[in-house]
């Protein structure tokens, strides 16, 4: 894969976190500052991009909800969790085409195996 296809991968997939964490936030929190984060939710925010940006798997990576390696701490992979828990069936509403790709892609995963590439 090409570096410019990686770095859109990359970015594309900490677009839809950075989504589902601003949903997350603005219905479960009350304390969100001018960008619609609180700062647990920026904290958690700012974890997953890193990891993001240190992801050796990126290439071949569907989610990493699939991924055999994992490098959230099991904390924050607690909070991302019920993040994507509560923000997964109501992005739907708010980014119809990005949930269908990720649905479509979840479905190839699962009865491909691992093997498929975005």
């Known amino acids: ?4 296809k990686l770095e859109l991968k990359r970015k594309r997939e900490q677009n839809m976190v950075n989504q589902m964490i601003k949903l997350y936030c ?5 304390d969100q ?8 939710c920026r904290n958690l925010l700012e974890y997953s991009q890193k990891r993001s ?6 290439e ?4 990493c909800a699939f991924c ?3 490098c959230y701490s099991p904390t924050r992979r607690e909070e991302i969790r019920a993040v ?3 923000s997964g069936p109501r992005m739907m509403l708010t980014a119809p085409v990005a949930t269908l790709h990720h649905l479509y892609l ?5 009865l491909k195996g691992s093997k498929h590439k975005y």
């Not at 500052?33 to 647990?40: F, I, K, R, S």
């Not at 979840?106 to 699962?110: A, G, V």
């Open 68 to 70: 055999k390696t994992h």
């Open 106 to 110: 979840s479905i190839l995963h699962k």
């Open 1 to 4: 894969m090409s570096s410019n």
């Open 53 to 58: 940006e240190k992801c050796p798997f990126m």
């Open 60 to 63: 071949t990576k569907t989610f």
């Open 33 to 40: 500052n001018a960008d619609g984060l609180c700062d647990e």
């Open 26 to 30: 603005k219905k479960n929190h009350n």
């Open 84 to 86: 994507m828990r509560y």
